[in-house]
């Protein structure tokens, strides 16, 4: 197969030619998607187990956001701020929010 490029391309096809094209069997198309479909199983198994899970989160975040719309028995308690509840509670702030006093003149403390 020396020469061109092109007389290497004919002696090619020539040989293609030569070769006897064989017939397909009855069983060809099963046989052949049998095989594609083998392939397929995983990415098709993969899929169906991605939307199963995208159904169950959304589901899931729609029975929350239900749940937290709805309101509770307690809510009264939840409805104070943090100002609220601590202007409401017993406690001296002054005794939580004082002034820190500190020695500096010993260095070894």
Known sequence: MR???EERLDALFRAFRDCPTPEPSVNFMPTLWARIESRQRFSFSFRRM???FVTAALALSVA???????????????????IEATANSN????????PVLSDLSDPGR
């Open 64 to 82: 929350l956001g239900i749940y937290l719309a709805i309101p509770q028995s307690n809510q009264a308690y939840y409805s104070q701020t943090y």
């Open 91 to 98: 406690l001296n702030t002054a005794d939580i929010v004082g």
């Open 3 to 5: 020469g061109s490029d």
């Open 50 to 52: 991605a939307g199963a």
